[in-house]
């Protein structure tokens, strides 16, 4: 997923605030924390977020004053920044203006709808342009697939599902909550299998909330925006997965499981039902409770 450049000077009219720095050309906006490609332009808002301002992929940050003078005076040459009293604010304020005032985000993505061979979609449900499905998928009744959302093949989609819905990115402008904008998109690879009324996510930026190949949900499942989810697992019922949390393959997530956001539950490890995971999973672990707690080790299934 490739977005259009902008020049940081043309950055700085539509802000109303001079830069310092070169004038760069960025190809995309994206947190700090976040696994970033290419020249991005992010902004930080506590000191502890610094040390990410050391990939060489960021070419702007968007910063207030303090932050600015605890800078190394090396990185000092490599990023152009904004000084600014609300980084948040400024940066929000900069994506959506690029959203709703320019083609930044959607210049270069696909715009057609491409469908293979030996697909079957249901009359009822919903496929947006710009949605590229491969060969040998079903799409059951009133599923609903949007812009962005590439579908594998061999995929299986049943009644009610939504890939690629907006996400839920709250911030707060003057005590009174807003939602942010969502423009990435939704993989699903081969030999998925989706369950009815499953809703996944959109990414937040560029890039793609992923379903790793022949991954099998259940219904009533929620996928937050930017995670990932690798080959073979299997959520089960009323999963949730919150903001940019990572399954490595194999992982067994039982019903009503909770995944907090920017975690990771690692390879072939089960999650048990009703059980909430609050810090890192490591792989072949059998983890059950609120808050989970590890409790033994798995086997190969």
């Not at 707060?172 to 996944?200: E, F, Q």
Request: aromatic share 8%.
């Amino acid at each position: 997923m490739t977005f259009r450049n902008i020049l940081i000077q043309d950055v700085s009219k539509i802000l109303g605030i001079d830069f310092l720095g070169k004038n760069v050309a960025i190809n995309a906006l994206n947190l700090a924390n976040r696994e970033l490609k290419g020249n991005n332009l992010t902004y930080v808002s506590h000191e502890n977020y610094l040390r990410y301002l050391e990939q060489d992929e960021i070419v702007c940050a968007l910063v207030t004053e303090e932050h600015f003078l605890l800078l190394e005076p090396e990185l000092r040459k490599k990023i152009t920044f904004f000084l600014v009293d609300s980084p948040e604010k400024e940066f929000y304020s900069l994506h959506h203006y690029l959203y709703e005032k320019t083609d930044f985000y959607y210049s270069n993505l696909e715009t057609k709808l491409i469908i293979g061979e030996n697909v079957v979609i249901h009359p009822t449900a919903v496929v947006e342009d710009g949605v590229i499905i491969k060969n040998n998928v079903q799409i059951g009744p009133n599923a609903v697939i949007h812009t962005g959302s590439i579908i594998g093949n061999n995929v299986v989609i049943n009644s009610g599902v939504i890939i690629g819905e907006e996400g839920f990115q709250v911030l707060y402008n003057d005590d009174i909550p807003y939602l942010i904008k969502h423009v990435g998109g939704v993989k699903i690879h081969d030999n998925v299998s989706i369950g009815a009324n499953t809703c996944i996510a959109k990414s937040l930026f560029d890039g793609y909330t992923e379903i790793g190949a022949s991954t099998k949900i259940d219904n009533l499942v929620s996928i937050a925006h930017n995670c990932k989810i690798g080959k073979n697992c299997v959520l089960t019922s009323g999963v949730i997965m919150t903001g940019s949390s990572l399954l490595d393959d194999g992982v067994w997530l039982a019903p009503n499981a909770v995944v907090l956001n920017k975690l990771t539950v690692g390879k072939e490890s089960l999650i048990g039902a009703l059980s909430l995971v609050t810090k890192n999973v490591e792989k072949y672990t059998k983890a059950f409770g609120l808050p989970a707690i590890k409790k033994g080790i798995t086997v190969r299934r």
